[in-house]
C-alpha cells in the first residue's frame, strides 16, 4: 500500500514523542508494541485538543503529555496527522477516497457526531465487535451510556473514547448563578440533583417570577434563563426522542409519541415567557450564538443557562459564585440522567492496515485518559465542596450521545424546527410530514446493522 501519497497534504505534530519513544526503549527493555506508530486523522482546529505539553503545572495539556509518555513505554507513537481542512467535509472525502484507492492513510480516525454515522452507513469503518470489541473492564473509558447508543444489533462502528477530552467538553450542563439563587430565597438544587431528583420542572419553577430590571432603567435586565437556540438535548435528557429501540434492538420510530408532544408543548409555553432570555445573536455586539449566551451569564443576566463543559471554565473565571447541574430528568422516575455530547467520534477506518492493533492501542489510550486526562479536565471545574465535585462527576459518568441526534437528524433536530418556528403547523404535523423520510433512513441504518449488514 502507497503510504506516502502526494495527495494526502498532512502535517505530523508532536516530534518530541519520537525521542522520548527512543529513550524509554532504551531504560525500559522491549515495550508491548515494539515501536509501533498510531497515525490519527483530524482536521482543522480539533487537532489542537492533542495538544500536549510538560510544564508541571498539572494542566490537561500536562496530563495528556503523561499519557503519551505511558504509551511510548508501550512502544506505541501517536502521530497526528491534520487534514488542514475547517470543516468535516474535506476530511470526509479525503477518507473515502483512500479507501477507494487502498490507501492506508491512517489507523484511527477523528469524525464529525453526524458525519461519523452517515460514513459508518456508507462502510468507511470497521464494525468494533469483529476486531474483539470493548469489553466490561474498558467500557467505563468509552462512556457506557454512549457505548450503548452506538452499538446496535451487537454491532458498532463509532466510538467515544477518553483518549481526548472533546467529549467530556462538548458535554452539556446547566450553569447556576449561586449568588442570584440566595438573593431570591432559592436553594441550589445540587443535593436534589445527586439524589435523582432534578427535573425540568423543578428547573422551570425556580425561573418563575425571575425577570427584574434591576437599574430602573424600565428594561428587563435579569431573567431565569438565557438560551441562544431550543437546544435539542432536552429530546435526549428528558428521554423523549422519537426513536427506540424495538424489541428485537433494532431502532424503529416509537408509537407513542406523548412525552415528546408534552415536552415541546413545555418548552414552547417555557420559552415565549416573561422569565426567559432567548435569542439568536446579540444584535448589538454583534457576538455569534454561543458567546452570546455565555457573555449574559457572565454578566450576571440569568439565573441559568445551559452551557458546554468546555467554556464552564471561562465562565466559572468570570463568575466565582457559580455552580454547575446536569441537565435534569422528564420527571423523577425516569431511571439516569442524560448528558448529552456533541462529540467527535473515533473510527477504525477500514484502511488502517491493522484494524486489531488500531482498537487495541485506541482501548489502552482511553484507559490512560480516563485516569489522567478526565481528572485533570474536571479540576477546571467548580469543586469547592463535596457536593461540587459529586455533580461534576455525576455529569461525566452520565455522558452520552443521542442515536437520533447523531444518526437520523430528521426527528434528532426536531426543535430547532418548531421552536425556531420553521414549522408552525405543531408537532403532529411535522410528524405526518417527515416520518416517511425518517423511515426510509431507519431502514438503511437496519441494513447496515442488521443480519444482512
Known sequence: MNRSSPRRGLYILFPILAACCCMLFCSCGKPAYDGRTLRVLTYGRYAEMYTADETGGGTVRDALYAVYLALAEDGITVRILNTGAQGYKSQTSLLADAVSAGDDLCDLTLEHATA??????????CEINALGGIGEKDAPHFSPQALHELTINGRCYLLSPASHWYGLGATKAIAVNRAALADRGMEFPGQEALDGAWTLEKLITLTRGTAEDTDGDGVCDF???????????????????????????????KS???????????????????????????????????????????????????????????????????????????????EDY????????????????????????????AALGYEKIYPAYLGTMPQRDGTEQALCRLIADTRTVSFPYTHEPTFGHLLTNLIDGTSLSGFAAYYAANRGAAQARLDRICAVFGDAG
Not at 461519523?116 to 469503518?125: I, K
Not at 438560551?227 to 434492538?249: H, K, M, T, V
Not at 473515533?346 to 489502552?364: H, Q
Request: glycine fraction near 6%.
Open 256 to 334: 407513542d409519541t406523548r412525552r415528546t408532544a408534552d415536552l415541546i408543548d413545555r418548552l414552547r409555553e417555557w420559552y415565549a415567557g416573561e422569565n426567559i432570555l432567548y435569542a439568536k445573536t446579540d444584535p448589538l455586539t454583534g457576538l455569534s450564538r454561543t458567546d452570546w449566551q455565555d457573555a449574559q451569564f457572565a454578566d450576571g443576566h440569568a439565573l441559568f443557562s445551559p452551557c458546554d463543559i468546555d467554556t464552564a471554565a471561562s465562565l466559572f473565571a468570570s463568575r466565582t459564585d457559580c455552580s454547575l447541574l446536569p441537565l435534569p430528568k422528564y420527571e423523577e422516575s425516569q
Open 223 to 253: 431573567y431565569g434563563y438565557a438560551s441562544y437556540a431550543p437546544q435539542n438535548f432536552w429530546l435526549c435528557c428528558c428521554g423523549a426522542e422519537l426513536i427506540e429501540r424495538a424489541a428485537d434492538g433494532m431502532p424503529a420510530l
Open 338 to 365: 442524560h448528558s448529552f455530547s456533541s462529540e467527535l467520534f473515533t473510527a477504525v477506518p477500514i484502511c488502517a492496515p491493522d484494524p486489531a492493533f488500531s482498537l487495541d492501542a485506541l482501548k489502552r489510550w
Open 116 to 125: 461519523g454515522p452517515a460514513s459508518a452507513l456508507n462502510g468507511l469503518f
